[in-house]
């Protein structure tokens, strides 16, 4: 061995000792936040900021994580097992501070070393600003797995696009949204790596050209423009456990300048190229309905996707691997359809780029996909037509209409008739031609998911009916989880104490160990501290809330919570409905029986989404009244949290007594909001919809607030011809209330503001608000006589808690890696 492998070596088992024992003292940890703070920054702390000392804390604890990172590298290695690579345009991983101090154990002595230089970890924690790369739930989800992922060690990399700006900054202005572009990396980003040297070109447009060489057809793409990817790392820490990457890819000119030229005019040219270039990642698209004819999001979702199946093949080949041999070393997992061009581009990597013959890469292509799909909104899958892909990935267009050539000459073999293959074609026919992106993505998958039973269930009834008939075994479900060690341990140390004072802390190991506090339901004194804690958890939001908007809110109220993306689908206006129907009770005189309630909402509205910003408005103006009212003040109150992020989410949901998961049943695919307000102790209202079917089964439905149709009574009313005009007419508060809406007395006087609501609501209403909406009220006056009993109620949240073991993320990955990607997770 030479002395330079030598050095390595015992540098490599120094830190084994340092990093392995994973005991990290108070004294390490000061030590290292000093040396980053004078070293790394120049600063010494009489003049540092908060963004100094917050960015020392995070490079210190960064360095941890990736001693972490590289000690997994080896153990993945030795192991051998098939790798994960992770597709998904969207990440929403919320402040990593917190979790990689809980995840490293040392939370305690973090907090105690700071204090010992008379600073506050918490006002440390609160300086950090999250990585909005995503938009809500679907990008949340994610990171939720990256998590579970490195928990599990399961090898994997999770990759997605580093948007510069990310799911724009919402306040409210006069009652409306308004957006700002989000600058995340404003004051710098301490927890990645840029790596200059993993870096990939991306071509785009131009023409294709086709030769033959012994009667083998040759393509040649030549493209009109490239782009450059470049890695950037950023290492998600599990539980006690290894590390993992997340891989984000960002753009840039392929030669950033071409100093040759001489010729001014060319000169500003190669400017202005560059800048075009660099502008593919600069920002994230909020979904709103109208993306399909957005170039720079195809772009967008080529460029990453190109990027990271020419990284992993270059990791493959790395690792003295056969090309051939792809699938059975990697699965690439389609987070919904957004990168599921992955599909042609991996064929076109091995059939123009690596020569492999069509049918073999087709096996190979075929054998390497897995597809998540994550609605059933007609709306909202994906199609891009078929001028505007041919335009910007000629090549990729030809591939797709091979693929759909022979997958209908299939077809046709197996006696499908027309109707069915129209259907059932990648390409979509009627007006303007379009690729139908989810059929794309089957066809080329070896597994497809939906992401609850009901929901997989519906996909394969509904929307990939056909599919589903011709490969049964193709499709399976994976409910969704969520990371309860963010959404418990982390935002929630108070409840997180109590229960593992009571039942020790395996629970942070498996979340099924959780079950042991159904024996304390019951139990007085710990009924005690439960409520207590909720209490101080209330105070907490009441104060931020009073920070943020100046709405005053009494802790001790009922918290009935509705945070989520507004969309009319999930029906924050049926909510509104219930406020206004309380307020004219209340006025009327019949207030009896209301229990004094704080109505708390937040989320983001599409900037181009015109129903979901009026109801936003319409929420704002409610609060407005009711607020302000002396008749109804001290019984309710409402407010609009703005800009609802990962970093709100953690205040809000440990401060929940009641979760609004109200979507028409059929519409939400999952949902994970729905796990989080259960596993801090709320307990829902909800409907039979996605995920919160399986809630109520495990919770019980003693311990669940039912109401509203089924997607069966849906389907049912809808092809009876819906009338919501009748229920209107026949049901005379609902009247009341609607009327209401367009009396003017919401808007200074205005009759006309909300009438687009009242319209919809009365001659459409697609989302049957008006008919769930005496189902709703009814369940709303039980809920109100179960919360005047606190000690059902708190036996109901407890045992919400107990139950609640099914929807941690771990569990959702343990699902994948057993029956979609077959491999043995190394922790469980
Ligand atoms: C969990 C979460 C969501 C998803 O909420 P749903 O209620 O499932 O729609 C959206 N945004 C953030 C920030 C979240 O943490």
Known sequence: ????????????????????????????????????????????????????????????????????????????????????????????????????????????????????????????????????????????????????????????????????????????????????????????????????????????????????????????????????????????????????????WSAEAVESFDFSVYNVGDYYKAVEKKMRSENLTKVLYPNDENLSGKELRLKQQYFFVSCSLQDIIRLHLLQGRKLEDLHEKFTLQLNDTHPSIAVPELMRLLVDEHAMEWDEAWEKTRNTFAYTNHTLLPEALEKWSVSLLGKILPRHLEIIYEINRRFLDDLRNLKYNGEQIARMSLIEDWGEPAIRMAHLATVGSYKVNGVSELHSRLLQKQVLHDFAQLWPEKFTNVTNGVSYRRFLAVSNPALADLITKKIGNQWLQNLNGIKELENLALDPDFQKEWIAVKLQNKKHLANHIKERTGIEIEPSMLFDIHVKRIHEYKRQHLKVLHILSLYLRIQAGKGDGISPTAFIFGGKAAPGYFMAKRIIKLITSVGDLVNNDPQVNGKLKVAFLPNFSVKQAQKVYPAADLSEQISMAGKEASGTGNMKFALNGALTVGTLDGANVEIREEVGEENFFLFGLTTDGVQEAKKQGYRPYNYYEENDHLKEILDFLVSGKLAKGDKELFRPIYDNLIHQDPYLVLKDFQSYIDCQNKIHTAWRDPERWVKMSILNVAHIGKFSSDRSIKDYSDNIWELEVMKV
């Open 1 to 248: 061995m030479d002395t330079q492998n030598r050095k390595i070596e015992s540098f490599f088992s120094s830190r084994e000792a340092a990093e392995g024992t994973l005991d990290i003292s108070k004294e390490d940890i000061k030590d290292a936040f000093l040396k980053k703070l004078f070293y790394g920054l120049g600063r010494i702390p009489a003049v540092a900021t908060k963004n100094d000392l917050y960015t020392a804390l995070a490079l210190t604890i960064r360095d941890k994580v990736f001693g972490r990172y590289v000690r997994s590298l080896e153990q993945f290695a030795e192991k051998d097992a098939r790798a994960i690579g992770y597709l998904s345009a969207e990440y929403l991983p919320g402040p990593h501070l917190g979790n990689n101090l809980l995840n490293l154990e040392i939370m305690d002595e973090t907090r105690e070393a700071l204090a010992e230089l008379d600073l506050d970890l918490k006002e440390l924690l609160e300086q950090e600003v999250e990585p909005g790369l995503g938009n809500g739930g679907l990008g949340r989800l994610a990171s939720c797995y990256l998590d579970s992922m490195a928990t599990l060690g399961v090898p994997s990399i999770g990759y997605g696009i580093r948007y510069e700006f990310g799911i724009f900054n919402q306040s409210i202005k006069d009652g409306w949204q308004a957006e700002a572009t989000d600058k995340w990396l404003h004051f710098g980003n301490p927890w990645e790596v840029v790596r200059p040297e993993i870096a990939f070109e991306v071509k785009f447009g131009g023409h294709t050209e086709h030769s033959y060489e012994n009667d083998k057809l040759h393509v040649k793409w030549i493209p009109n423009t490239e782009v450059k990817g470049v890695a950037y790392d950023t290492a998600i820490l599990g539980y006690q456990s290894n590390a993992i990457i997340m891989r984000l």
